[in-house]
């Protein structure tokens, strides 16, 4: 897919316009941060936007634009409003969400809570049913390690399949075992694997994908239609958060079918952007079935683009790392030939498909950001960037913007996930130095890279708001209690909202979203004050006025 660079947009648009947005203040995100546009005087500021099929027409002061208001333009207002560019989420994951939120949520409860959790559950369900749980915590775990046999007496004879926060990872109960019949000696292409205890007897631990679709697989599924209908209150729910679209992270089975059913009922409320996983060890036949559906789309979704992943988690012990970590785990990629993903990178590279990347642990980005420097000029026909970066050290931080390659940071994972006194799970598996590297976003950004920011939703929470305060802060915006994780590392209030708009835009190559100008789609949040004059804590909590999508309103 090519995009118009900014040379070739134009500067204004004849014409009557379908729509002029006007609020008190418009931020275009073209300028940068010390320039006149940016900081210019509320009287003087553009406060208003023209729009005709669903592209910007013009941009400036109300009176400015009245030459493209006609009887058949509908003048929204929104007074004491201010108007960026739409917040795109720049990592999440849809549908796949939906099997990976299947249950009762059990994010950040004790032991005894998710217990008791699931013993709710067990009363309520069919005989025979399953359980579903999602958001463990894995630090339940560090006294017995991963086993699903801490959940047996609360199911009661049912059934438990519960994922892991890091969604890397799930465990199943005894009589989970029992009903899919593992026995501990399954093997996968990849570096998936089933749990066993000294005696080699099944935990009901499964790490990696291919190890739970495995169980996933003899379970009874939800139906197009159910999720469906789930899939629309969070596309809702985002849409009221401010979020305007969405970069999602694979086309999960069953996606193109949900969105069709969703179409047939109206415009969804937000863009969505799918990149098509490429499984470790894909043969040809695979790559090729991946690049074919490349264009296909919607009204307000189209596949563009891959994602690989390189490592896991740090977690659950698959991040890659350069050294072991303190349980001597961490040395592997999960691609059990790393030269085959090299070569599957150049595969879709020469066909200019943008290609992301999940690399968590120091080895993993390194090695990736090397794939991309070997790949030369096929390197420049496609965007490149690299997902979460949890810990690099200084020398791989000057790397993405040498290469080009964007980095697309969930500091909201550092936030939620460790502890300033190195005490989660997380920390311990890195030591010190290595937990001290941690989310560096301030230094990606300072070096000149593109940041692009995310939820990595379900893992963590959507709201946009919430996301931009906490990689200002640094601290959970509930917990003003605790410290802050590496506050070094904290973005300013621009460039967190850049994070989700220029920058999310230049992630994906794209020069026609993230901005406000002549010839860029109209995607806009209206917030109810000016975001760049408010500290993090009150950014957490502004008011979001509406969104536009496509020029036409789609949250009020």
């Known amino acids: 897919m090519t995009h118009a660079s900014p040379s070739q947009l134009p500067a204004a648009v004849a014409g009557i316009a379908d729509r ?15 320039d006149a546009a940016a900081n210019a005087a509320p009287s003087t500021a553009p406060n208003a936007v023209a729009i005709r099929d669903g592209r910007v027409m013009g941009v400036g002061r109300r009176e400015e634009l009245s030459a493209h208001v006609g009887d058949g333009t509908v003048i929204s207002e ?28 059990l994010t950040d409860l004790t032991l005894a809570e998710a217990q008791d959790r699931i013993a709710a559950a067990a009363a309520d369900a069919a005989p025979g049913a399953w359980i579903f749980g999602w958001g463990t915590d894995p630090n339940l775990f560090t006294e017995t390690g991963f086993t699903g046999r801490l959940f047996d007496e609360a199911a009661d004879g049912h059934p438990a399949f519960l994922r892991l926060r890091d969604a890397h990872s799930a465990v199943i109960n005894s009589a989970g075992i029992e009903a899919i019949g593992l026995t501990g000696r399954e093997t996968f292409r990849d570096e998936s694997a089933v749990g066993v205890d000294e005696h080699g007897a099944p935990t009901g631990y499964l790490l990696e994908l291919a190890a739970m679709d495995l169980v996933l697989g003899r379970i009874p599924a939800e139906s197009h239609e159910e999720l469906a209908d789930r899939l629309a209150v969070v596309l809702d729910g985002m ?12 086309f999960h089975p069953g996606s193109r079918e949900v969105f069709e059913i969703l179409e047939s009922r109206g415009d969804l409320p937000i863009r969505l952007r799918f990149s098509p996983m490429v499984p470790p060890g894909s043969t040809q036949e695979a790559l090729e079935q991946i690049a074919a559906v490349q264009g296909l789309h919607g009204r307000r979704w189209r596949v563009e683009g891959v994602k690989f992943m390189i490592d896991g988690t740090v977690d659950n012990g698959s991040a890659w790392l350069h050294e072991p970590d303190c349980y001597g785990q961490g040395r592997r990629s999960i691609w059990t030939d790393p030269e085959a993903y090299r070569e599957a990178l150049r595969y879709f590279a020469e066909r200019g498909i943008a290609t992301a990347t999940h690399a968590i642990g120091d080895q993993g980005v390194a090695f990736v950001l090397d794939a991309i420097e070997s790949l030369g000029d096929a390197a420049r026909r496609s965007a490149h960037r690299i997902e979460h970066i949890e810990t690099i050290p200084d020398g791989t931080v000057p790397r993405f913007a040498q290469l080009g390659v964007a980095a697309s940071m969930q500091p909201i994972h550092g936030t939620r996930h460790t502890r300033a006194d190195r005490t989660d799970n997380w920390s311990v598996r890195l030591g010190e130095e290595r937990a001290a590297h941690g989310w560096r976003c301030r230094d990606i950004r300072d070096s000149g890279a593109v940041l692009a920011l995310g ?10 708001r919430v996301m931009m305060a906490e990689s200002i802060l640094r601290f959970p915006v509930a917990r003003p209690e605790l410290a802050p994780i590496q506050p070094e ?63 036409a309103p789609a949250h009020r």
Do not use: C, K, N
């Open 455 to 464: 939820s990595d939703w379900p893992v963590t929470p959507y709201d946009p």
């Open 20 to 34: 002029l947005v006007v609020a008190d203040r418009v931020h275009t995100f073209t300028e940068a941060p010390d």
């Open 489 to 551: 590392q904290a973005l300013t209030v621009r460039q967190a909202l850049e994070g989700y708009t220029s920058h999310a835009a230049r992630a994906i190559g794209s020069d026609d979203e993230g901005v406000i100008r002549p010839g860029a789609r109209a995607a806009f949040t209206v917030f109810g004050a000016d975001p760049l004059a408010l500290s993090a804590q009150e950014l957490a909590a502004i008011d979001v006025v509406a969104t536009y999508v496509d020029g």
């Open 78 to 105: 929104h007074p004491g409003a201010t108007l960026v560019p739409g917040l795109v989420d720049g990592h999440t994951h849809i549908v796949f969400g939906l099997e990976l939120t299947r249950g009762v949520q």
């Open 239 to 250: 849409a009221a958060s401010g979020i305007t679209g969405t970069h999602v992270m694979d």
